[in-house]
């Protein structure tokens, strides 16, 4: 099976809630071949759970989070795979019946809410806009909902914070606004893009705080893409490594992070700083990440992975598992990490 | 929200310059005529008596700060002279004229509105594609036809062809005035609508790829609720100050259409009185025309401030 099963034993025989095969994003040509983006991704979150996806900036983690949400931007679409939602297709999936599952099934959070959310509308009236569409509230019901959705949040004073426009609150409640706003009709899937990058280090760790706790309230499966290892590690139970359009390892957090298997992850992990250990030296990845159009023909990593052989620059190495739900998309992974213990 | 609006009575009070400066403009207007303004308006044939009469009448032979100060007072009297050609009071003729013209411009600007939001909408969801270029095409076309032309050509089409609409005036009942007012309304929306898409339709783009209404996509909005709750409005805010400044050429061309269509409102009073050189009535008028755009400058500030909230203009930072 070259699909990366989720962490453990549990969820890969569970059915999956979303299921990514084989998904190619890109710029669809005329004439020519087309511009590929995303190539090959395949990915399971069951129910639940929480996956996280980490990759650098153009890796294409975002694309593939918002191929879910049909919020590819324009030009770009979903050139080939399948996005399996609950068993049914989404790539495809006539507008009208994709837009029901949004809000009441699966939800999104946003970068930045300063531009995610509407400067001119009420963020309460902006909360209560999803529950009175999809669960049919009156106005009144899907007012106190927002105010009882923004309390749950940790929002002081929900009450009369709920009357005010985006501009006159401080990022992390802005945050909480759009969290308050994804859960408000209990999704089963949450979808977060970069939720907490654009706040600093504390805000950043109670909103993720309230991220973990209105997901396990509700069994609500969080799809988590950042560049922040650490976020991953606090949030995640199992994760995705992306480096140029494709996933380079997969695995449970603990698995990936403790024993990576590619040379990739074993490079970001190095060159992040580490609390745990102030003393150890930092070692960065030599190099740039290829562009999208210019990306070589073998394994995306090879020009700048130390352990590079011939065959990594003439072939695409495939996932392959070498842990139950641990995979890795390197040939050489075996002779780099070899007297590692797995 | 009423806080925000603090800044009304200050720009109010900011206007009353700018009305003096239109008094002064309005009064010596009578001056700028080369010689004696009596004799101008009597013409080359005039006794030396009348010249006499006129100017004793007129006040011309006073000083000219006096001549001023008679005419502020009388202003202040609501008293704008007595016209020439008419033989009444400026004002009534001012004041009877008045409710026509603000009923057409009210009403193009609801027309232009009614054609302008669907074709904006209709153009964005798809730039470049068949109906925005389309739209394009009216927009060019709306904006290269001369009013009075198209005036003419609806008088043409529909009342004199299709018998659908009168030719002129303006009717006795409300009702009447709406169905009289048809035709001259839709001549100044075909003018003033092209500029109006122009904005809308590039600021429904921007809001259209904006972040938030990626969000809305996200909660399931989609078409016309989309369109509603989170695109008209933003987008309506930079267009609201091109309708307010447009909205001072309009009344430059409704003088005409009101000729087209011979409407008896404040640019036919304009006109006649041009012709026939009553000069107290065409100051009345322009009197009426400036503080008008001076009060539809305050206006748009208003809605302005009511769209985004943004904005605050009683504070002095965002002034």
Redesign the interface.
């Known amino acids: 099976m070259r699909t990366s099963s989720a962490a453990g034993t549990a969820a890969s025989t569970a059915l999956s809630l979303l299921r990514v095969t084989d998904l190619r994003i890109g710029i669809r040509r005329r004439r020519g071949d087309d511009t590929v983006i995303v190539d090959d991704v395949s990915f399971d979150i069951a129910a639940g759970q929480r996956f996280g996806v980490v990759g650098e900036s153009g890796s294409g983690k975002s694309l593939t989070l918002r191929a879910v949400a049909d919020l590819l931007p324009k030009g770009v679409e979903v050139l080939s795979g399948s996005i399996l939602y609950d068993g049914r297709e989404l790539v495809g999936m006539p507008g009208a019946e994709r837009r029901r599952l949004m809000g009441p099934e699966i939800a999104m959070i946003f970068q930045e809410p300063m531009t995610a959310l509407n400067p001119v509308v009420r963020v309460g009236d902006q909360i209560a806009e999803g529950p009175r569409r999809h669960l049919g509230l009156s106005k009144r019901t899907a007012h106190s909902l927002a105010v009882e959705m923004m309390a749950k949040t940790g929002i002081p004073d929900p009450e009369r914070r709920s009357r005010a426009y985006a501009h006159e609150l401080s990022g992390g409640l802005r945050q909480r606004i759009m969290i308050a706003m994804a859960v408000s009709c209990s999704p089963r899937l949450l979808l977060c893009d970069e939720p907490t990058t654009a706040l600093d280090v504390t805000v950043q760790h109670q909103v993720l705080r309230v991220l973990e706790d209105l997901c396990a309230d509700t069994g609500t499966a969080l799809a988590f893409v950042t560049h922040d290892l650490a976020v991953v590690n606090q949030t995640c139970t199992s994760m995705a490594v992306m480096y140029s359009g494709r996933i380079a390892e997969s695995g449970s957090v603990v698995e990936v992070l403790s024993n990576p298997r590619h040379p990739y992850t074993r490079g970001l992990l190095d060159s992040a700083p580490d609390f745990d250990q102030p003393e150890r030296q930092l070692i960065p990845i030599a190099g740039f990440p290829p562009s999208v159009t210019g990306r070589p023909v073998g394994c995306a990593f090879a020009p700048r992975c130390p352990f590079a052989v011939e065959r990594c620059r003439t072939a695409v190495p495939p996932r392959e598992e070498i842990t139950p739900g641990h995979d890795t998309a390197c040939f050489e992974s075996e002779r780099i990490f070899a007297g590692v213990p797995a | 929200m009423l806080h925000r609006l603090s800044f009304v009575p200050g720009r109010l009070l900011q206007s009353v310059p700018v009305a003096f400066g239109v008094t002064l403009l309005v009064f010596f207007l009578a001056h700028l005529l080369p010689g004696n303004a009596a004799l101008a308006l009597l013409g080359q044939r005039a006794t030396p008596e009348s010249v006499a009469a006129l100017t004793e009448q007129l006040g011309l032979n006073k000083p000219l700060w006096e001549q001023y100060l008679l005419f502020l007072k009388q202003l202040g009297q609501g008293n704008l002279g007595t016209s020439l050609t008419y033989q009444s009071p400026v004002t009534g003729l001012v004041l009877g004229a008045i409710p026509v013209t603000l009923t057409l411009l009210a009403y193009a600007l609801v027309l232009s509105l009614a054609i302008s939001i669907p074709l904006s909408a209709l153009a964005s969801f798809r730039p470049g594609g068949g109906r925005d270029l389309g739209v394009r095409a009216f927009t060019l076309l709306g904006q290269g036809m001369p009013q009075f032309w198209v005036g003419i050509m609806l008088i043409l089409l529909l009342a004199v062809g299709l018998r659908t609409f009168p030719v002129g005036g303006y009717g006795e009942t409300a009702g009447e005035h709406l169905y009289f007012l048809f035709l001259p309304s839709l001549t100044l929306a075909i003018a003033m609508s092209p500029t109006i898409i122009r904005s809308l339709r590039s600021s429904m783009i921007t809001v259209l ?4 209404v ?9 078409g016309v ?1 989309l369109l509603t ?2 695109v008209l ?2 987008a309506a ?1 930079p267009t609201v100050s091109v309708i307010g400044v447009n909205l001072g050429y309009l009344v430059g061309g409704s003088l005409v259409i009101e000729r087209v269509f011979a409407l008896p409102g404040l640019g036919s009073l304009m006109i006649n009185s041009i012709f026939t050189r009553d000069f107290p009535t065409v100051q009345g008028v322009t009197l009426f025309v400036a503080l008008f755009v001076v009060v539809v400058g305050i206006l748009t500030d208003v809605i302005y401030t009511i ?4 904005v605050d203009l009683g504070r002095a930072s965002s002034a």
């Open positions: 790829e904006s972040d938030y990626g969000t809305a996509k996200s909660k399931g909005a989609s609720s709750g989170h409005r933003n805010i769209l985004d909230p943004r």
